[in-house]
């Protein structure tokens, strides 16, 4: 028997809906087979920050990281609170203080049929970010400030270590290497954020000469955008700053189909300490209507599982969510064409696993 301990932060909107899909899969497999995991719920949402007045206290973290494996989160985010105040304190603040600094954010063409972009142009893309994940523009640093021209003014300071530039450089490098993958692009915007340009390609070129057998792009991040849906194909992986990291996520879900599918993981490679969520945040226009897409979740609990050195289930889940994705759109829910609710896909998913 292994047994193994997750917490579980549902957070608001369609993040409780998708999250208790991948618990049934988690269920489904704990009954099935000798690899148990163990979970507990961290309940914190909206309704507990609006009752409260705050979300994360700093000795709360403790009992998300003692004896804990892994963390599973669906979203947050709720129109209550439309500055995310609870959002930041939640999320930014678990990565921030977990240093979990690197957010990998892997894409992939499972079906061309989801996509908006002719098939032939999609199929078989695959790429793969590296998302820098706790400095950039996300350090909170600024405020009010007197502008120059007399107006009210206001600043968000975007600030990067060398250390943390280095470390999810290596780290791109290293994941690519041990997956067999040709190709590393940096994207950065340093023909006009020349200071934070300047040293993420200074080191990218000086960590690149470590790694010879993979070949290297430099490029900027709006040219880029154009190719990420002109050309996704000739994409591998991508090593980028927290901001456009995230902007590079969405763009490359909307190219595969959606965010209701592309997961994430945000990892501490040193104190292996990870968090596992879909790329996609609350959805408040679909929240309550039982239509969201539990893939994203579920795809994001694939990786946990590999996180959990019980890959064998993490490659399972993927099989026979890769498998679902490629049936008829009928058995879909509406973001991918089709009238399925979210239950009714995870029941089809589940019955995908291999649980021989
Ligand atoms: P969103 O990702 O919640 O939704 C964008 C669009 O995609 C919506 O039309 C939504 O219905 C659709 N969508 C997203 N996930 C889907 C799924 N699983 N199935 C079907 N359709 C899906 O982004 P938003 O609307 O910009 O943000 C809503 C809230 O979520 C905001 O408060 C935002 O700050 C927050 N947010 C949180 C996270 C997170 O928790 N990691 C991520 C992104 C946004
Ligand atoms: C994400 C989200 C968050 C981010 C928001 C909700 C702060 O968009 O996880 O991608 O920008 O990192
Ligand atoms: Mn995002």
Redesign the pocket.
């Known amino acids: 028997n292994t047994e193994r301990k997750i917490i579980i932060i549902p957070?608001?909107?369609?993040?409780k809906e998708?999250t208790n899909e991948a618990v049934k899969v988690i269920e489904h497999i704990n009954h099935s087979s000798c690899d148990v995991v163990n979970y507990e719920y961290f309940n914190r949402d909206a309704d507990f920050y609006l009752e409260h007045g705050y979300i994360l206290k700093d000795s709360d973290i403790k009992s998300l990281t003692d004896g804990v494996d892994g963390i599973l989160?669906?979203?947050?985010?709720?129109?209550r609170i439309p500055n995310?105040e609870h959002?930041r304190e939640l999320?930014l603040k678990l990565r921030q203080s977990l240093d979990l600094y690197v957010n990998f954010r892997p894409i992939r063409a499972v079906s061309n049929c989801y996509s908006p972009l002719k098939e032939n142009r999609v199929e078989g893309a695959d790429m793969v970010i590296f998302r820098e994940n706790t400095q950039g523009l996300y350090t909170q640093v600024g405020g009010s400030v007197a502008g120059v021209d007399g107006t009210q003014a206001a600043m968000d300071t975007a600030y990067y270590s060398t250390h943390s530039v280095d470390r999810i450089i290596r780290e791109a490098f290293e994941w690519a290497v041990a997956n067999d993958r040709r190709r590393v692009d940096l994207v950065d915007k340093a023909n006009a954020v020349t200071n934070i340009g300047q040293l993420w390609r200074t080191r990218f070129r000086k960590i690149s000469k470590e790694f010879n057998h993979i070949e290297t792009g430099e490029h900027y991040i709006d040219a880029y955008c154009q190719r990420m849906v002109s050309d996704p194909r000739s994409i591998d992986v991508v090593v980028s700053s927290n901001l456009f990291g995230d902007i590079l996520g969405?763009l490359g879900a909307g190219v595969v189909g959606?965010?209701?599918i592309t997961p994430s993981a945000n990892i501490n490679p040193q104190s292996g300490i990870a968090l596992f969520?879909?790329?996609?945040?609350?959805?408040?226009?679909?929240a309550g209507k039982g239509?969201?897409?539990?893939?994203?979740?579920l795809y994001s609990l694939a990786l946990l599982y590999d996180h959990l050195r019980l890959d064998k289930w993490g490659k399972r889940i993927t099989a026979a969510v890769d498998e679902y994705l490629q049936m008829a759109s009928s058995h879909k829910?509406?973001?991918l064409g089709g009238e399925a609710g979210t239950s009714d896909v995870t029941e089809q998913i589940i019955s995908l696993i291999d649980v021989s």
């Open positions: 957070g608001d909107g369609i993040g998708v989160f669906g979203a947050i985010g709720d129109p995310m959002g999320l969405d959606g965010l209701g969520e879909p790329v996609h945040g609350s959805a408040p226009d679909i239509i969201a897409n539990p893939v994203a979740s829910t509406p973001d």
